[in-house]
């Protein structure tokens, strides 16, 4: 059974910078995609980026330019490098992964980004 537990979310003042991790359990990790949604009070979840299982990033366009998604398959870990936040960038930030058809969500962490 896949697991993902998200950590570093917290209090950042704008312009500062955050690194998101993720790390998973289970079999899989490395044919699987992995993502980052985040969701603003009152606002819908949205993605924020992608890393396939191949390595290939892509991003929404709002984070395009400051967000950097990365994994290291050998520990289970996906990445979310967060430079430039902005208060918009404030949120719940969901770790997922994608495998077999089957989609699986961590429990979030918050991001606060204070003006």
């Known amino acids: 059974q896949v697991q993902l537990v998200e950590s570093g979310g917290g209090l950042v003042q704008a312009g500062g910078s955050l690194r998101l991790s993720c790390v998973a359990s289970?079999?899989?990790?490395?044919?699987?995609?992995m993502g980052w949604y985040r969701q603003a009070p009152g606002k819908q979840r949205e993605l924020v980026a992608v890393?396939?299982?191949?390595?290939?990033?892509s991003y929404a366009a709002p984070v395009k330019g400051r967000f950097t998604v990365s994994r290291d398959n050998a520990m289970k870990m996906v990445y979310l490098q967060m430079n430039s936040l902005k208060p918009e960038d404030t949120g719940v930030y969901y770790c997922?992964?994608?495998?077999?058809?089957?989609?699986?969500w961590g429990q979030g962490t918050q991001v606060t980004v204070s003006s």
């Open positions: 289970g079999s899989g990790f490395s044919r699987s995609a």
């Open positions: 997922t992964l994608s495998l077999g058809g089957y989609g699986y």
């Open positions: 890393i396939t299982s191949g390595g290939t990033p």
